[in-house]
């Protein structure tokens, strides 16, 4: 038996691998081209209407409500006929904003002149 390098072996197991990776790209084109050919039996879908616009309230808006008293306009904006945010336009100032935290809080204003906040830590006990 005649002995074979292990460079040799190597040799023809790499070469091998470059004729499989040049085979690549046309096995690719070939599936390619089978994808692009319709089924013989393929039947068009039918035209589904788009979802019909109506007047009644959507739920995903919020209802504006516009309120003006002595120059001052309030908008009220509801979902679900929950008040949750006004805006309030002076009628000489800039806009701001008053909205609630959360379901049961307070209002928080949002506007140019927020109110001070002051920091209340106990530091000793006795």
Known sequence: M????KS???KNVAFL???GVAQLPSLAAAE???A???PADLQPLEDI???AMTNEDNADEPQITIIKKKGE???EYRINGQLYMMKITPAHGVPYYMHKEDQNGGWVNDGPSQPLSI???TIFRF
């Not at 005649?2 to 390098?5: A, N």
């Open 8 to 10: 040799i072996i190597w």
């Open 17 to 19: 691998l470059v004729l």
């Open 119 to 121: 920091p209340k830590w």
């Open 49 to 51: 209407p788009p979802p």
């Open 2 to 5: 005649r002995k074979i390098s």
């Open 36 to 38: 692009k050919t319709p």
């Open 32 to 34: 390619i081209s089978k």
């Open 73 to 75: 306009t309030i908008e």
